[in-house]
């Protein structure tokens, strides 16, 4: 499988790529310098537009619009980048939480995790935005939330802890937007990169960016490593599956906290990577608010 740069950026974070079906774009964000970045796939314009707050994930909408889970609330964005009105207030159970990996089910529902940016402490927990604008946490004692993802089939949906160096699994009821029966399903302690964003292909395995790892990994949906891509930057933070067809993952990194000598080793760091890796995946879910 061969890695290209599909978008040369220099991201300090660059995180949340989605692929809009209906456009043909590909939507990411650099959470640190915060700005929307747009990549058209067909004229292969990029262009970027300054966001206001730290920004975590973003998601899109049913009406064209995108969502934005920044520092103090979610907001609509444009489809080009211009802030909206505020869809939820930042619900700080600890006054150093902001929000980070965020993803909608097939059922319009947007799931978003929330991190303490100023310690690695678990004070993050996820929560579930609905259609109705209701938020409702689902899981607590988190460190670093990542790596939402949901099964082909509705039924199981993916969370790492960053920080803890694990991705579990939940059964996942779609009609309530009820999770159960969370159990480990892959363990990366001992290993050099950590869990952080996710993808689910069509045939339901989850490619995983291994933060610090400097590598995308398949899992197949009984945890087990059937494919490794290695990047020419150390710090992946997470894939999304775009293309006319669905059959290119892209791929978002970083380049926060490198070192000189780091940098210049990988001056490809921060970069929007584009791999054929084989296999198809799915639409992403759409915000139903």
Not at 31 to 41: K, S, T
């Amino acid at each position: 499988m061969k890695v290209e740069v599909a978008v040369s950026t220099a991201s300090t974070l660059g995180e949340s790529p989605v692929w809009c079906d209906r456009t043909r774009r590909l939507y990411w964000i650099d959470c640190r310098e915060p700005a929307l970045h747009i990549h058209d796939a067909v004229t292969r314009d990029h262009r970027s537009h300054p966001l206001p707050e730290t920004t975590g994930s973003i998601c899109l909408c049913e009406d064209g619009s995108l969502l934005a889970a920044m520092t103090t609330g979610v907001f609509r964005l444009s489809a080009d980048g211009a802030v909206g009105e505020r869809i939820a207030t930042a619900v700080p159970n600890h006054a150093d939480n902001r929000f980070n990996d965020g993803r909608c089910d097939r059922a319009g529902r947007f799931f978003v995790g929330t991190m303490n940016d100023r310690q690695r402490i678990p004070t993050g927990v996820l929560w579930r935005l609905g259609p109705q604008r209701d938020f409702t946490a689902l899981v607590d004692d988190l460190i670093v939330p990542n790596s939402l993802a949901f099964s082909p089939d509705n039924r199981r949906m993916y969370l790492s802890d960053t920080h803890r160096h694990v991705i579990h699994a939940f059964d996942y009821d779609i009609d309530a937007g009820a999770l159960s029966n969370r159990r480990l399903f892959a363990d990366l302690n001992g290993a050099a990169g950590r869990p952080d964003g996710s993808a689910i292909d069509s045939e339901g395995c989850l490619w995983n960016a291994e933060y610090a790892g400097g590598r995308v990994v398949r899992y197949t949906p009984d945890g087990r490593v059937d494919r490794v891509i290695e990047l020419p930057t150390s710090q992946p933070t997470c894939c999304a599956f775009g293309g006319v067809d669905l059959d290119e993952l892209y791929i978002t990194s970083a380049r926060q906290r490198l070192a000189d000598e780091q940098l210049a080793a990988q001056p490809l760091a921060g970069a929007l990577f584009v791999v054929r890796p084989g296999v198809s995946g799915l639409a992403e879910g759409r915000f139903g608010g």
